[in-house]
């Protein structure tokens, strides 16, 4: 494997906080510096954390995994005062989901590591699984290519309710045959049994759509020491009935935070992105089988328009009672992580770091500060074909994400003729309707009634160039179908639907191709975190 680094740009608050422009880093407490760590560190050891009821029950959810040595020997250093944790996460996307999924969790492991060195503490690498995310069609289904088409190919589950993902179970008959459709897609190797079996495996060993998500990261992941979270599941939920008490309590200072903080981000011309009602408590309740979301109204607590209503007395009752019905939203989650875990930094996404930087007055309403938030690697994978088609076509990687695929090979395209074919008929069209003006002008002067017909001739006359224009191309095209295809292949294997590869392609592929080791290989390779795209040449 040889990686390269390549500039890509990015907009917004998530662009100027890593150019490390002082507005955008406003938002956050810590500044991504040795300094900053080693305040965080500081403020960290001043807070108390409920360690030995954590480690017991991550223990014993690790352990159901089939989790490694290593993961449970840093599970247990988490009992220690001395030990922090690196932590991000995501949906429990079918088979992993995304590839940005197994990079995050890769960022998180490099990060641990690093600063276990720089900072002479145990840093151990956690991966939150959104256990509690009801939106299953946002982890149902992968992409792939068929018939030389990008196609997102949906698991449509019999046994599907309006559940959260940790409740939600999986037909394993149902799965298999998607599973199956999935790798006929992909070409047979001398891989391709042994990773169909390690799928299998783990979907035997699983009852939900979390069971499967998190047997396949922790077989993927299983020397790397990796600890994994499930947001929703019910051991958790006990520990976190205290916060959830001071949440919905200080619900209307989390909102007026909220709404402050975005007011000062609009200020600075930025768009904030998380969007609540003015009512809005930040907490979910399941209710006959559904995730429903709280909101005030009149002093009672109600939600789906007013169908349920409860009293702050009755919630907090149900809180004690039964805290698996509870669950967290956009807002409220990231201070629930921190609530539980003490968090030397967080990893996030372009898209978490923007809603991030929307949270640090909801913070400073619980005491807590805005952990250092890093954001995770970005890789794209470019197999020896494809760096093939980009030498033959004269591009760079870097290419692919300054311009479009469309752009590029127009330009290409009209690289290979003399004349350029737009700018003519554009000419032609001009001087056409010029003539034509003229036409019309003399044809209604003469028999004013005409004057429809004339400019029915002329859209015709228009519609004839038009056709013709495009004859060309296709034509052009013909001639040149060879390079064009490259052009084809470039786009699906890293710029698939106009996205980077690691937001539309899924790991199975790249195992099917490389084998079942390909991520630890992956892993093992060194990265810079100056913000650039990693280019791994396989």
Known sequence: ??????????????????????????????????????????????????????????????????????????????????????????????????????????????????????????????????????DIDEINHVFVTKNKKIKKTIFHDRLLKKASASESELSKEDCRKWIEEIFKTYPETNFTKDVLQFVEDALQNSRTYVDFFAHLIMKLFVDSGLILVDSHHPALRKLEVSFFKQILSRYQEVQMSLHKQQQLIREQGYKPIIETKSNAVHIFMQIDEERVLLEEENGQFVGKDGAYSFSYEELIAEMERSPERFSNNVVTRPLMQEYIFPTLAFIGGPGEIAYWSELQRVFHVFGFQVPPVIPRLTISYVERDISTDLHDLQLQESDLFVKSIDMLREEWLSNQIEEPIGERFIEATEKMIDIHTSLQQFVTKIDPGM????????????????????????????????????????????????????????????????GLDFVERVTKQSYSWDGKHHIIKL
């Not at 922090?84 to 890769?106: C, D, E, S």
């Not at 224009?469 to 064009?484: A, D, I, S, T």
């Open 1 to 134: 494997m040889e990686i390269k680094e390549i500039s890509v740009p990015l907009q917004g608050v998530v662009a100027d906080y890593m150019k490390g422009k002082k507005e955008a880093q406003a938002y956050f407490d810590y500044p991504l510096t040795e300094e900053g760590f080693g305040q965080r560190l500081h403020d960290l050891r001043n807070k108390k954390f409920f360690r030995q009821d954590l480690v017991a029950h991550l223990l014993e959810y690790n352990t159901n995994l089939h989790a490694g040595e290593h993961t449970l020997q840093n599970i247990k250093a988490l009992a220690d005062e001395n030990t922090y944790v690196v932590v991000g996460g995501q949906q429990a996307g079918l088979l992993t989901g995304p590839l940005y999924t197994v990079h995050k969790i890769i960022s998180i492991l490099q990060l641990a590591k690093e600063k276990e060195a720089s900072l002479g503490v145990r840093v151990v690498p956690v991966f939150w699984i959104a256990g509690e995310d009801h």
């Open 451 to 514: 004057q429809k017909f004339a400019e029915k001739n002329e859209r015709k006359i228009k519609e004839q160039i038009e056709l013709l224009e495009r004859m060309l191309k296709r034509n052009v095209e013909k001639k040149n179908e060879v390079e064009l295809n490259k052009f084809r292949r470039v786009q699906y294997a890293l710029r698939p639907l106009g996205a980077p590869q690691e937001r539309v392609w899924n790991i199975c592929y790249y195992l099917n191709q490389f």
